[in-house]
């Protein structure tokens, strides 16, 4: 009967830990004021949050074919998430004209006839304010 | 108390703190003011989804639940990817950067030097 309440000590503890992480995400996605630090806090929540809300479904439920079908799922979770992180942050990056009061500098490449390419050498001679 | 009843308290609990930050993403998804603060909120929205469903699977001891669960995150992530590829052109087109705009107000003179 110990055993027992141990047992749900650790899931209570995991899935306090989860709530936690979710509302990590939710507060981060508040407080940030740009939607690629969003995409940070909520990245918080796909991974951590979901782990430890699984660990602790995990351990509540024992040994058992719904377990295994959890642990596929977070980790069909782990493996989307950056994914979808990643198509949202092209989709930024090419739609938001005022990204650069954002976002400045990036080591995404340039166009082939962007006259940055062809000063790149001359700036980083000239001025040495430290945004390199 | 019997284990039971402990166990049932403490998801139940989790499920009323899970169905909150539901409605504060709801709210973040309506106030978002870019298409992409939306589908952040709704992927985060998704994800809370699916941990409540999984939580319902072991509350009620129902394990076909949790292949709900994983259709569930199947279908939230083709919608993400749907959604993102609708706003990303065949032939992108990179924004103006702040060093851009440094470049356009450079002197003339110095392009010319590395010629010589």
């Known amino acids: 009967m110990i055993l027992e309440w141990i047992r749900f000590f650790v899931a209570a503890v995991l899935i306090i830990l989860g709530l936690c992480s979710f509302g990590a995400a ?107 | 108390m019997t284990i039971e009843q402990a166990y049932h308290t403490l998801y139940g609990g989790a499920l009323v703190v899970l169905i909150l930050l539901i409605g504060a993403m709801v709210i973040r998804s309506i106030i978002g003011p870019r298409s992409t603060d939306r589908i952040v909120s709704v992927n985060m929205l998704g994800t809370m989804t699916i941990c409540s469903i999984a939580i319902l699977s072991v509350l009620l001891d129902e394990g076909y639940l949790a292949d709900v669960a994983m259709i569930y995150a199947m279908i939230s992530f083709v919608a993400v990817l749907m959604m993102a590829s609708m706003f990303v052109p065949s032939k992108p087109k990179a924004p103006e950067l702040d060093r851009d705009k440094e470049q356009e107000t450079a002197p003339a003179g110095e392009s010319g030097g590395d010629r010589k």
């Open chain 1, 26 to 132: 939710v507060l981060g996605a508040y407080r940030f004021g740009f939607v690629l630090n969003r995409m940070h806090a909520a990245g918080i929540g796909d991974t951590a949050g979901i782990f430890f809300v699984i660990a602790s479904l995990a351990v509540a439920r024992g040994p058992h074919m719904d377990t295994l079908k959890l642990v596929v799922l977070v980790f069909f979770l782990w493996f989307t998430s950056p994914v979808s992180t990643h198509f949202l942050g092209q989709v930024e990056y090419y739609t938001n004209p005022l990204l650069g009061r954002h976002v400045k500098q990036t080591d995404l490449p340039e166009p082939a006839d962007s006259p940055v390419q062809a000063g790149t050498e001359e700036r980083k001679k000239g001025d040495g304010d430290g945004t390199d």
